[in-house]
Each structure stands twice: as C-alpha cells, then as structure tokens.
C-alpha cells in the first residue's frame, strides 16, 4: 500500500509526495448567487448523486448490506481482494439474476445483484492499477482496463471507514 509521508495514512489524503497538502478546489469560472448572499460554482457537468435515491433499490440495497453485516460483520466484503473472490461475486450476481428474471421471491435478489455487481467493481478495481494518482476511481478513468493481473498494491477508493 502506499503511505503518505506526512500523516501515514494508508489512504489518498490530498499530501503530495512531498507531503505537503496539494488537494485543489476545482473551479468552472462560472458562479451562481442565492439570495442570502452566498456565491458558489454552478453545479452543470456534475454528477448529481441524489438521484440514486430515486426508485425503491437504494433503501433496498441498505437493507441488504445492513443484514449482512449482522449475518458476518460490517463490510466484510470489503476483505476481498482476489481473482476468486472477483469471480464469485460475478457468479452469484448471475445466479440472484436469473432467480429475479424468474420471478422468485424467497429473497430480494434484485438488491442482491446491486450488492455482487458493487462487490464486483470493488475487487475489479483493486485488482488493476489506477490510471492516475489521486483518488480517481481506476474503473472509470480507464475505458480499455487491462486484464486483472495487478498485485492489488494501490489504496482502496471506495473503504468509508
């Protein structure tokens, strides 16, 4: 894993490798004023993350990753970290969809799928090295990733804890 040099986190902190704080505050040059006063940058070309909340799956998907963490522990599947564990997170979103597309109902399988699909991307993502430094996400940045081959030796994107 790679370490900052100044706070020795294990995690992108915004230190260069100087040590020295680089973290920028991006800025379009266009602003938008609210009546109180306060000016900021406009939101256009953003990614709007409230609307993940919109349809029934994200409470669903809570719910099925706050089952799992009292079944096993709270982010355990943030421990894998292998081609395996890749490979099983890719089979069971397969098999939890063909039990939706077939209509069964003795599990939520389509939170089931967001969890392996999520799962999935996570290890996908460790295994393959990021194409910039930073905390761009490797997935996204990278168009034509390579095949998995990398020794997982960059810091986790996604661990929130």
């Known amino acids: 894993m790679n370490t900052c040099p100044k706070c ?17 505050i991006k800025d379009s040059g266009a602003r938008v004023e609210f009546p109180s006063g306060m000016v900021r940058d406009v939101e256009d ?34 421990k894998a970290d292998s081609q395996d564990e890749l490979e099983r997170f890719k089979r069971s979103a397969l098999r939890h969809l063909i039990q939706w597309l077939r209509g069964d109902l003795d599990e939520d399988h389509a939170a089931a799928i967001f969890f392996n699909i999520n799962g999935a ?10 194409a910039s430094k930073g905390n761009e996400d490797p997935v996204l940045s990278n168009p034509d990733p390579p095949l998995l081959e990398g020794d997982g030796s960059f810091d986790n994107p996604y661990r929130m804890v």
Request: hydrophobic share 35%; with cysteine; aromatic share 14%.
């Open 8 to 24: 020795g986190s294990q995690w992108w902190c915004g230190h260069g490798d100087d040590g020295e704080y680089s973290m920028e």
């Open 45 to 78: 070309g953003k990614v709007d993350y409230t609307l993940i909340l919109d349809g029934p799956m994200f409470e669903r998907w809570a719910v099925h990753l706050t089952k799992g963490a009292v079944k096993y522990q709270k982010r355990n599947w943030m």
């Open 121 to 130: 991307e996570y290890v996908k993502a460790l295994l393959i090295q990021p």
